[in-house]
């Protein structure tokens, strides 16, 4: 890689993209603001309050807020992590890209496909997720679940196949709406409090056998996973980079504050929702906690505004994943990882310049997973190959200071070598408190990762493995 003499805090990023080896083919057409905005839509803080809190709520009890702050002081600190890479590989690969820049082709391969198998299965469920809201927002709605989810799925699909602009004012004004949704309930649950916000904090409990019971360390340990799926998505802001107009260091700057934004805007009415519980073994004891609270505020008003809040936010970060993931497709395709055909097949752009074979690629399987009955089983798996991926991405940023001292970072992260240890210590005990099901999935996908690196040393084209750090 041929690198600038003495090169500005802010180069040019199509020169950058350029000197990595890439054709600038995606249009710049985003702004901070934009990307910023995508990513809210990929976090969903109102998807994430109102259901995702639920599994974390069922382990941890009231620690489920002292396990959010934790979370999310990891959380920016794995954002400085992804800040610092993504600056110096501004590459629309999202974290399999910066991973495949700096460490060996096997962790390149398991992480492609810890990353890329979100964009299945998270959409899919999404879409299922969608069905029950429009249905109670609209009972005359009487066709097949699976049926309106996949009709749901390809109206998302067809705004992904669009320009970016147009994917990016859609979540944008979809974001607002889930925001004003979130501060109603925010507002209603302050404004009735039953619980003291210190006791709950300080002196968590949680329900068990019928019973409240303080939480002890082994149950403060068992909720970080879970947790880990609540502030997330953050990241889809790195997708875009190939995008975004200004210099690579505008790229950390979006990771950032798309990191601090999702967890302001999930912990603070998380915490609300706690403190307006009338009875905590009635919230612990609801199907969605979050939303027994909003009732218990709002009364006759909640359901609503609950339906119309959870669909706009479900629709919302299905898109956003659509169009996340599927430049992730792409830079697979354009780094010649798949047999010639496939390469091809993924690796271009639409008359829109958008990566529409990386869309359908995406789209097609989570249609078919939504006929499936290991939907379930696959949602939960989502958080174990989340925390999969940013394990690899502090590694990164471990090695990457090592392996490339003399590589422009116009990003640079404060207290290295202090954010990615943690990050790689907060991962790994997410990942070893996962059920045993969950962790021999993770070994089944690594496995087929492996074999799949294994034969790109055999289909690859010579040129490709320019972009192949283990070649």
Request: glycine share 8%; hydrophobic share 55%.
């Amino acid at each position: 890689m041929t690198k600038p003499d003495a090169p500005p805090v802010e180069r040019d990023t199509r020169t950058r993209l350029e000197q990595l080896g890439y054709k600038q083919s995606l249009k710049r057409r985003l702004n901070v603001a934009e990307v910023v905005g995508l990513a809210m839509a990929d976090v969903s803080p109102t998807m994430a309050v109102l259901f995702l809190s639920a599994g974390v709520f069922f382990v941890g009890g009231t620690f489920s807020i002292g396990a959010g702050l934790i979370l999310s002081a990891v959380v920016v600190l794995i954002a400085l992590c992804l800040a610092e890479l993504a600056a110096m590989f501004p590459i629309a690969g999202g974290m399999y890209s910066l991973v495949q820049k700096i460490l060996p082709g096997p962790f390149a391969w398991v992480t492609m496909f810890n990353y890329l198998i979100q964009g299945i299965v998270i959409p899919a469920s999404i879409a299922l997720g969608m069905v029950a809201f429009l249905k109670d927002l609209f009972p005359a709605l009487t066709m097949p679940d699976p049926v309106l989810a996949v009709i749901l799925l390809a109206v998302a699909t067809a705004v992904a196949l669009t320009t970016v602009e147009v994917g990016a004012w859609v979540t944008a004004i979809m974001v607002v709406v889930e925001l004003a949704v979130l501060g109603i309930i925010t507002v209603a649950a302050f404004a009735q409090p039953h619980q003291s916000i210190a006791e709950v904090t300080f002196h968590p409990t949680v329900l068990s056998n019928g019973e409240l019971i303080g939480v002890g360390f082994g149950v403060m340990l068992a909720t970080l996973a879970p947790a880990f799926n609540v502030i997330n998505g953050y990241d889809a802001s790195l997708g875009f980079a190939e995008e975004l107009k200004g210099g690579e260091r505008k790229i950390g700057k979006a990771v950032v504050i798309s990191a601090v934004l999702a967890c302001v805007f999930i912990m603070v009415p998380l915490t609300a929702a706690v403190i307006a519980a009338p009875d905590l073994k009635e919230f612990f004891e609801a199907p969605s906690p979050v939303v027994y609270s909003v009732e218990a505020s709002l009364g006759s008003k909640a359901g609503a505004i609950v339906d119309i809040g959870a669909t706009i936010a479900l629709f919302n970060g299905m898109l956003a994943l659509l169009m996340y993931f599927a430049r992730g497709v792409y830079t697979t395709g354009r780094d010649q990882a798949w047999p010639p055909a496939a390469n091809r097949f993924v690796g271009k752009l639409n008359r829109f310049r958008a990566p529409g074979a990386g869309v359908m690629v995406l789209a097609v399987p989570a249609a078919v997973l939504v006929f499936t009955s290991a939907l379930n089983f696959l949602i939960i798996f989502a958080g174990t190959v989340i925390a999969a991926v940013y394990f690899c991405i502090g590694l990164a940023a471990l090695w990457s200071r090592r392996s490339m001292p003399d590589e422009p970072r116009p990003f640079k992260m404060p207290l290295w070598p202090v954010p990615p240890l943690i990050v790689v210590i907060f991962t790994g005990v997410a990942l070893g408190m996962q059920e045993t099901d969950y962790l021999i999935a993770e070994l089944i996908l690594i496995c087929l990762a492996l074999a799949c690196w294994a034969g790109s040393k055999r289909w690859s084209r010579p040129a490709a493995r320019d972009h192949d750090v283990d070649a």
